[in-house]
């Protein structure tokens, strides 16, 4: 049983949001932690079962006493892509840390061919005037030597430039993991929520800079929870990544990007579509999802058919995130009330 479900809840509250809500708060009571917005996003993922195992986790933790704030930060980390602060502080320690090294490299390499210079000079000044025989000689002997130190500091030089051109490009690697796992849904490998607002805003930026047209689709799973009670939570998250992919292979050739927003809702952004140029790419993947038959991998057995709704809505010129994803929620909602297993465009 759910740690939450011990909570008690108002009988005048059906809504589900508000049902969700007075379950983040009693968690909140329970475990006397702060409502600062990461415990807050976690509880909020908990409570709507968004991602069983990290509902596991959050239930283990509760039993054992440990959801406090160093546990959420572990959660977090583990279930929701975030880079921890000792992470960050490591990453940046080391960008200062090559940072400092290349400068130390840049002035090693100045003062070398400083001295270098200065060497070359002296010779030219002194050949300016006559020279003996054995005078030329030194002279001769001082300007290979210090042309030798200066071919053998270069040679240091370019062996430390590419040792430090390889940490970069390993930093740079390290970083870029990081802030992928931010972005990303530990579950389905989609953008998470997070991501998805992100990508979002950039499209209507583009949008607004270029003059061309954005599509955004909702999808959700239809009869989601059925299906979960009967087949269990572990074959739930494969339905969830299997769909996932589906709809982001329709989505990927049109340069759009795939989103989960929570639990089984995606969102789906189409650059260049307008609203029914999207529906059609949209409603392709869905009648090419409901036709096929889902099986068990362990034992090849049946599950039946998995379906999705979709509301399809486009940009406009003063749309932000919520308004546009507001849009296309509602004619989602159209969707199921249709009969669910159909796209609807947004007609607002």
């Given at each position: 049983m759910r740690?939450?479900?011990?909570?008690?809840?108002?009988?005048?509250?059906?809504?589900?949001?508000?049902?969700?809500?007075?379950?983040?708060?009693?968690?909140?009571?329970?475990?006397?932690?702060?409502?600062?917005?990461?415990?807050?996003?976690?509880?909020?993922?908990?409570?709507?079962?968004?991602?069983?195992?990290?509902?596991?986790?959050?239930d283990s933790a509760i039993a054992l006493g440990d959801l406090?704030?160093?546990?959420?930060?572990a959660l977090r980390r583990a279930h929701c892509g975030d880079v921890g602060a000792s992470e960050v502080?490591?990453?940046?320690?080391?960008?200062?840390h090559q940072a400092e090294a290349l400068t130390g490299l840049i002035e090693a390499g100045r003062t070398d061919l400083a001295d270098y210079?200065?060497?070359?000079?002296?010779?030219?000044?002194?050949?300016?005037?006559?020279?003996?025989?054995?005078?030329?000689?030194?002279?001769?002997?001082?300007?290979?030597?210090?042309?030798?130190?200066?071919?053998?500091?270069?040679?240091?030089?370019?062996?430390?430039?590419?040792?430090?051109a390889a940490e970069a490009r390993g930093l740079s690697e390290q970083l870029g993991r990081a802030e992928r796992a931010a972005i990303t849904d530990q579950l389905t490998g989609v953008l998470n929520r997070r991501?998805?607002?992100?990508?979002?805003?950039r499209a209507q930026a583009d949008t607004r800079a270029t003059g061309t047209r954005l599509a955004l689709a909702m999808v959700d799973i239809d009869h989601f929870k059925r299906f979960n009670d009967r087949f269990g939570h572990a074959l739930g998250d494969e339905v969830l990544r299997f769909v996932a992919r589906h709809?982001?292979?329709?989505?990927?050739?049109?340069?759009?990007?795939?989103?989960?927003?929570?639990?089984?809702?995606?969102?789906a952004l189409l650059p260049d579509h307008d609203v029914l140029a999207a529906a059609a790419i949209i409603d392709r993947a869905r009648a090419e999802l409901a036709g096929q038959i889902i099986r068990n991998a362990a034992d090849g057995s049946s599950m039946g058919r998995v379906s999705f709704s979709a509301g399809i809505a486009g940009d406009r010129h003063d749309d932000d995130a919520d308004s546009l994803i507001e849009r296309a929620d509602r004619a989602l909602y159209s969707a199921k009330r249709m009969g669910r297993d159909r796209v609807v465009p947004d007609r607002s």
């Open positions: 740690a939450v479900a011990e909570v008690p809840l108002p009988a005048e509250l059906g809504d589900q949001d508000l049902h969700w809500f007075d379950q983040v708060r009693g968690l909140l009571v329970a475990t006397r932690l702060p409502p600062l917005p990461d415990i807050y996003e976690l509880f909020w993922r908990y409570v709507r079962d968004e991602d069983h195992d990290l509902s596991l986790a959050v406090n704030l160093a546990g959420v930060a502080a490591a990453l940046v320690a080391a960008a200062r210079g200065r060497a070359i000079a002296d010779g030219g000044a002194r050949l300016a005037a006559p020279v003996d025989p054995a005078g030329l000689a030194a002279l001769l002997e001082q300007l290979g030597a210090a042309t030798t130190a200066m071919q053998a500091a270069n040679a240091r030089l370019a062996t430390e430039l590419a040792t430090a991501g998805t607002i992100e990508a979002l805003q709809v982001a292979d329709h989505v990927a050739p049109t340069g759009g990007s795939v989103g989960r927003l929570g639990g089984e809702e995606f969102i």
